[in-house]
């Protein structure tokens, strides 16, 4: 019965589901000893990224903090900051124009060219049947 539980917890959940991982706690003595290793590790590496995800929350309540006793006046770093991204981002707007507008002479020219040798095409073939003729005549 709990071999069917597992299969069925197995489908449904990840391999580093914490629910899974403690579902299997007490399995831990009827598996296999590397199965046992790597479930160890797994469990490791969930509990850094928890630990990772608790100390990014604190780091954003501290910088929450900080903002709050600053209110609204800003250092001069602060303000040297936005500058720099205020600057970033204009100059990453400009590329992006010039990538775009890049792409539409590209897709104009390619066009052109392509409206061209249709023109040129469709001449040939018009004149082709009026030397075409010409020949037929002789022949008859």
Known sequence: MVGAKFRRMKKVTKLNDPKRLQFEKHLESKLPKTLHKVRREQAKELGCQIGEKKSTQQTQHEAELVRRIKGTHL???DTIQDF???Q???LHQERKKEV???KRRQMIQFFTEHVEKQK???AEATDQP???K????ASK
């Open 75 to 77: 250092t001069a770093s």
């Open 84 to 86: 720099e991204l205020a």
């Open 88 to 90: 970033l981002a204009e």
């Open 100 to 102: 775009e507008e890049s």
């Open 120 to 122: 040129k095409q469709r």
């Open 130 to 132: 009026k030397l075409d």
């Open 134 to 137: 010409p020949e037929q005549t």
